[in-house]
């Protein structure tokens, strides 16, 4: 009655509905307590950046620079830029995302001949976008190859390799045959996919067959006799 919080205990009877007697006081000053559950709060991470960029190509990765929100980098004219593979890293526990397609470094390809757009989604939800630029530099002629269009440049025998188509057909299947201007000349031929990962070739009389199974894409064959090597985009169907 005057105010002071008590603590009281009520005896039940057996149905556990009515009271069994007279309420008993035995807490004076008394209040029910709160009670706190103990455990590990998650908070989700809300990182969400491209913090490397690059092009895979047969001679390593090209690196792009990235300045704020736009990637750029440039690759020679000779290189196939509709599919390309790029090799990144992202903050951690971010996905990375072209339109809805997961990003995997160094496996994923996509058609850089217009600027493409990378989502890097952070655990939390965040996102970020990143443009990728990529432009082909005009390649330089090799001052010591011969002018086609000079007669005093005299074509050798070995100089029939820049000049000549020397394999097809192109796309090809499983199997590479050599042009006339090859076929008795003791040319050696490597394939590369465009992780610079040589791909075995076995000869067969004129041309060269791929001795495993292989996807469809881009591949380099690299064409060399004697002191001239040419290299040839070729695309697998």
Do not use: H
């Amino acid at each position: 009655e005057d105010g002071t919080p008590l603590g009281a205990q009520l005896p039940l009877s057996a149905n556990k509905l009515e009271a069994a007697g007279e309420p008993t006081f035995p807490y004076i000053e008394a209040q029910w307590t709160t009670w706190f559950s103990q455990g590990e709060r998650v908070i989700n991470s809300a990182e969400n950046d491209l913090l490397s960029f690059g092009i895979e190509q047969p001679n390593g990765a090209k690196p792009g620079t990235i300045a704020q929100q736009t990637i750029s980098l440039s690759v020679p004219d000779t290189v196939d830029v509709i599919r390309m593979v790029a090799t990144f890293k992202q903050s951690p526990q971010a996905t990375v995302y072209v339109g809805e397609f997961r990003q995997i470094s160094g496996i994923t390809t996509n058609d850089f001949t217009e600027d493409v757009i990378y989502r890097v989604v952070a655990q939390n939800g965040d996102e970020n976008q990143y443009t990728v630029q990529v432009t082909q530099e005009k390649t330089q002629p090799n001052p010591t190859d011969p002018d086609p269009d000079d007669p005093d440049d005299a074509v050798g025998i070995e100089d029939e390799i820049a000049a000549t188509p020397l394999v097809y057909p192109n796309p090809f299947d499983q199997e590479i045959f050599l042009s006339e201007a090859l076929a008795d000349k003791s040319a050696k031929l490597t394939l590369y996919n465009v992780l610079g990962q040589a791909i075995a070739l076995k000869k067969q009389g004129k041309s060269f067959r791929v001795t495993q199974p292989i996807p469809p894409g881009l591949y380099l064959l690299t064409v060399q006799q004697g002191a001239s090597k040419k290299t040839i985009r070729l695309v697998k169907q």
